[in-house]
């Protein structure tokens, strides 16, 4: 069986359309012409938003890693499947993640689904002066050896 593929490239152009920085001080997402950085917040403590591409960091070496293998092992037990799974996450200043849900799904494979949640919700992002930054990020899971009619 082929490696499963994770479209990193979705993944890389759709994170820009879905992160917002929480906090009370949410963001549209940034075009190329505006600045990738988090919006600044509105009180004096110094605190700031984290930058899209700090995240994005953190998704290009989990996926890979940690995610890729994860999917590997479900298709062992249902081969063949595949979908988007969206993960809602909150990204404290320590770096730890807290209180992630699924936000949709595509996989029809709760436990699967799941796991991906359990996982986002081990990762960490750098420590800072940053305020509580909450992110939607979109994984879609393919398995290559299946062929796509259109």
């Not at 994170?15 to 917002?20: K, L, T």
């Not at 984290?50 to 293998?69: F, G, Y």
């Not at 799904?105 to 796991?115: G, I």
């Not at 081990?122 to 062929?147: H, S």
Request: net charge neutral.
């Amino acid at each position: 069986m082929k490696t499963p593929i994770f479209l990193e490239l979705a993944v890389m152009f759709m994170v820009a359309g879905y992160i917002a920085t929480a906090a009370g001080n949410s963001q549209q997402p940034a075009s190329d012409s505006e600045s990738k950085m988090a919006e600044a917040p509105k009180d004096t403590s110094g605190a700031q938003g984290r930058s899209s591409e700090n995240i994005m960091e953190v998704v290009k070496v989990n996926t890979p890693n940690r995610l890729k293998p994860l999917y590997n092992n479900f298709l062992l037990r249902k081969p063949g499947f595949e979908g988007k799974i969206s993960v809602k996450f909150k990204i404290l200043p320590d770096g730890k993640v807290e209180s992630g849900e699924i936000v949709s799904a595509t996989t029809n494979f709760p436990e699967f689904e799941k796991e991906v949640q359990h996982d986002v919700l081990q990762w960490k992002f750098d420590a800072g002066n940053y305020k509580n930054c909450t992110v939607t990020i979109p994984f879609t899971f393919v398995d290559e050896g299946l062929v796509k009619k259109e």
